[in-house]
């Protein structure tokens, strides 16, 4: 009996589960662009051009390799507009009883295809090192779950940079090295493609489409190919990774990439396979291309970090993204959807995401997530923002970043303590301040920067849960020996900012 194998567009390799599982003899593949994954959130126009661009060239693939593929188009007449929708269109064309799916990144669409009118067996997606048992077994028992310790499992597990049971070089985590402030200038870009005729049809679809939304839609330059995107693999690691240890946490207010690999989004989508990647950037260590300190730092990221985050999410069940520890309620400024903004790092960073529909992780985490967090946005808010905004954003790794690492909504899960920080960071990482209407150094009065009034305001109004954290010692300290005037000054100039904020004053 024939069943329908369900590829979804951030499943595009042969390898992915459900393909695996099939049999090209008698199952037919089902894809589909339908407006129901277009519209949950209002996604940035490139991220829906990377993803039908890019399953339309794999449904071609597949059908080359002999597969039966249907695919549908999203303005097609007769498509339903939904995934569960096409399943049964197809089961109806077919005679079709039985769906085969790899399990999708997100709760939501597990949950619609649990539901799904149809015998659905969901296989578990083993793109990822660890799988959910793995995970579970490493979290079971212990207090924290702290990513350090999973990524030594994980660097164990894969071989990656050991030296026998030792880690290369005698020491696990090199980051002390990895945090220099902004270089004068950089010296590579990332590699461009241009559109074939596939991406340009996309491109005209989704700009008719989708043409009104936040985001610039052209130039489009990512790959949407596997061979395309082990060129920009190559390119990145010949170019970049040497220095990407270095200048990982740094910002420059005139270049938008730095050092950074710019391939979350093809691992994400199947483009690449992490641990590929991964063996890449170790070879390039063996034969001496590239320090340790960058090489670790890269593969920390992938083995480390996106392995970790995506346990979380599962681990942690449905109502994760919905979490709101800290209570914060801020309606998210209009400043994030392009609004006229007089701090520079923030109108930077905004920019930059709306024409290339990615920052990098710094400019996520200390600049846009920091002044939401300090500025109390809820995050439900700023998850749907970032779910929307970035080319690589699914929920399973977008989520526990948002929620988790970048507002602390999760209560501590993933953070030991909340990532803020006042200007003074953002100036030490990057040339911003330099160009900005406030003043970095001042930190009450006239022009004083609002990332130093916030911090305070912040860490005042969450005293009772952060001033025993030992990490935030310190900082409650300095903000107790500070004169009581200046404390008052300070708090009153931060909430007449929020207000005016609120009131969509341009600040
Ligand atoms: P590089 O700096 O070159 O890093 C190499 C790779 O490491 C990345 O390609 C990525 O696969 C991985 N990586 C690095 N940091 C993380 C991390 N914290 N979590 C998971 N993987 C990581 N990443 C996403 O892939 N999708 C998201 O939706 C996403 N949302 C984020 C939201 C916030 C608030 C924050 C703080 C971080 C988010 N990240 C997300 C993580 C990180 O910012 C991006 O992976 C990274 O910026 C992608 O750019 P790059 O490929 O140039 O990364
Ligand atoms: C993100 C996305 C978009 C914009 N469109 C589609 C689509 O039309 N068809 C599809 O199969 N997948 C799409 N996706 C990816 C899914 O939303 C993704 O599989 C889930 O978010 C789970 O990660
Ligand atoms: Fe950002 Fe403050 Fe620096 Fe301006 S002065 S760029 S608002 S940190």
Same mark, same amino acid.
């Given at each position: ?99 085969? $799916?790899?399990?999708?990144? #997100?709760?939501? %669409?597990?949950?619609? /295809?649990?539901? +799904?009118?149809?015998?659905?067996? =969901? *296989? ?125 946490? $740094?910002?420059?207010?005139? #270049?938008?990439? %730095?050092?950074?690999? /710019?391939?979350? +989004?093809?691992?994400?989508?199947? =483009? *690449? ?125 977008? $989520? ?108």
């Amino acid at each position: 009996m024939t069943r329908l194998v369900l590829v979804l567009g951030d499943q595009l390799t042969e390898t992915v589960a459900a393909l695996r599982t099939a049999d090209k003899a008698r199952d037919v593949v089902v894809m589909a662009e339908v407006a129901a994954e277009t519209e949950y959130v209002p996604h940035h126009p490139k991220k829906i051009a990377l993803i039908f661009s890019a399953m339309r060239k794999f449904a071609a693939r597949l059908r080359s390799n002999g597969w039966d593929v249907r695919y549908s188009e999203l303005d097609d007449t007769n498509n339903s507009g939904s995934i569960v929708g096409e399943l049964l269109r197809r089961a109806e064309e077919t005679g079709a009883q039985e769906v085969l $799916a790899t399990e999708p990144g #997100e709760w939501r %669409l597990i949950e619609i /295809l649990q539901a +799904a009118p149809l015998r659905v067996s =969901l *296989l578990e997606d083993d793109r990822f090192i660890a799988s959910h048992k793995a995970f579970e077994t490493w979290a079971q028992g212990r207090k924290a779950l702290r990513m350090e310790y999973f990524y030594r499992e994980m660097r164990r597990k894969t071989d990656l940079l050991m030296d026998g049971e030792q880690p290369e070089g005698g020491k696990w985590n090199y980051d002390h090295e990895n945090r220099k402030p902004a270089p004068d200038e950089v010296n590579t870009a990332p590699l461009r493609f241009q559109p074939d005729h596939v991406t340009e049809e996309v491109l005209a679809l989704v700009d008719a489409r989708f043409g009104d939304g936040f985001g610039t839609l052209r130039p489009f330059h990512f790959a949407t190919e596997p061979e395309q995107a082990e060129r920009a693999l190559a390119h990145f690691i010949e170019h970049a990774l040497p220095k990407f240890g270095d200048y990982q946490d $740094a910002m420059l207010d005139s #270049e938008r990439f %730095l050092y950074h690999s /710019l391939l979350s +989004a093809y691992m994400n989508i199947g =483009l *690449l396979a992490p641990l590929d990647v991964c063996r890449a950037a170790e070879a390039a260590y063996r034969s001496g291309a590239a320090p340790l300190n960058a090489v670790e730092g890269f593969i920390r990221q992938i083995i480390g970090w996106r392995e970790y985050v995506r346990g979380i999410y599962f681990h942690e069940g449905p109502d994760y993204p919905q979490r709101n520890t800290l209570k914060h309620e801020r309606k998210l400024p209009a400043l994030y959807w392009g609004g006229d903004t007089k701090m520079r790092c923030l109108s930077k960073a905004v920019e930059q995401t709306r024409d290339e529909a990615y920052a990098h992780h710094i400019q996520r985490l200390m600049v846009t997530g920091n002044f939401a967090l300090l500025a109390g946005v809820d995050p439900a808010q700023v998850h749907e923002w970032y779910l929307s905004v970035y080319i690589d954003a699914f929920e399973w790794v977008e $989520a526990p970043n948002t929620v988790g690492m970048s507002q602390f909504a999760d209560g501590g899960v993933i953070a030991s303590k909340p990532y803020v920080s006042s200007g003074n960071y953002i100036a030490k990482m990057s040339d911003h301040c330099g160009l900005c209407a406030y003043d970095v150094k001042a930190k009450v009065g006239e022009g004083a920067c609002p990332f130093n009034l916030l911090y305070w305001h912040f860490l005042d109004r969450h005293r009772a849960r952060f001033s025993g954290n030992a990490r935030m010692g310190n900082m409650y300290r300095t903000w107790d020996r500070m004169d009581a005037e200046k404390r008052s000054a300070i708090l009153a100039q931060a909430a007449e900012f929020l207000d005016q904020m609120d009131d969509g004053a341009v600040v």
